[in-house]
């Protein structure tokens, strides 16, 4: 029976050649496709298996992922996870196996100092000397896109293993909830560097370290970064009533206005 002409024109061609087929196509409509050898196969499963072993460590960067994070951590494994500037990789920064596998993940020289992570600025003052302040300062600058060179003290409760032979530490507290959540659940301070390759460009996304994610337990996904890749605005604040910025970064500006409204003063360049 011919197919009237008002319907045949409203069937999608896959049908219509099922019922009229061309010229060189099997009445079923279906093309068979050579197989393809058993070597190419094989190596195509194994691209495979590797893309969705890497897919398997990618997580959203969402709180109901946090306290696998949080586990991961205490169980001595880096992840990954973005900041309100740049990716970082995270560790328990009192965990010097931890804080050694991020080096070796980085190729970073351990001359090459770590910053911390908490929660809250309140945590703070567990691991670095803060009594020399204006009151009120570190509450103005954090949480932000802020690393504050502070002294360690002998009351710091930080692996002696982090930065030997520093007295002072960089400490972050990111504008950033997934990160500070974490923090707060692991109950101590994170070892925090950016996710790259020492020497290569910063991470604004995970595609751009996606050939580390196989030494990570867990990669949080937070999308694109705004910020650029400038990072925080790094300065040093363990001078009484001075400081200096020892990196721009990303919030320049709005931290020297702050440090002038609480009255500290930048430190004078010795002739």
Wanted: charged share 25%; net charge neutral.
């Amino acid at each position: 029976m011919n197919v009237p002409t008002k319907i045949a024109h409203t069937l999608p061609p896959l049908l219509l050649h099922a019922r009229f087929p061309l010229s060189g196509v099997p009445r079923n409509g279906f093309v068979r496709i050579p197989e393809r050898s058993g070597r190419l196969g094989s190596k195509m499963a194994r691209s495979l298996d590797k893309c969705e072993g890497k897919l398997d460590v990618v997580r959203e960067a969402t709180e109901p992922h946090a306290p696998e994070a949080v586990e991961a951590l205490k169980s001595g494994k880096v992840i990954a996870v973005p900041t309100d500037t740049l990716y970082g990789f995270a560790c328990d920064a009192c965990s010097a196996e931890a804080v050694n596998r991020i080096y070796e993940i980085k190729g970073r020289t351990h001359t090459s100092p770590l910053a911390i992570c908490v929660g809250d600025v309140s945590d703070i003052e567990r691991f670095a000397v803060t009594n020399h302040l204006p009151h009120g300062l570190l509450d103005s600058l954090l949480p932000g896109p802020v690393t504050v060179i502070l002294r360690r003290g002998e009351s710091s409760i930080l692996d002696k293993s982090l930065n030997p032979g520093l007295d002072s530490i960089g400490v972050r507290v990111p504008d950033c909830n997934f990160i500070r959540v974490i923090a707060r659940g692991a109950g101590s301070a994170l070892a925090l560097t950016s996710a790259n390759l020492s020497g290569q460009p910063s991470s604004v996304c995970i595609k751009d370290f996606e050939n580390l994610w196989e030494h990570c337990a867990y990669v949080y996904d937070g999308g694109v970064l705004p910020s650029g890749r400038a990072g925080s605005t790094i300065v040093n604040l363990t001078k009484l009533g001075s400081y200096k910025i020892l990196r721009p970064g990303s919030a320049e500006e709005e931290t020297v206005a702050i440090l002038e409204r609480h009255s500290i003063t930048e430190e004078k360049c010795e002739a």
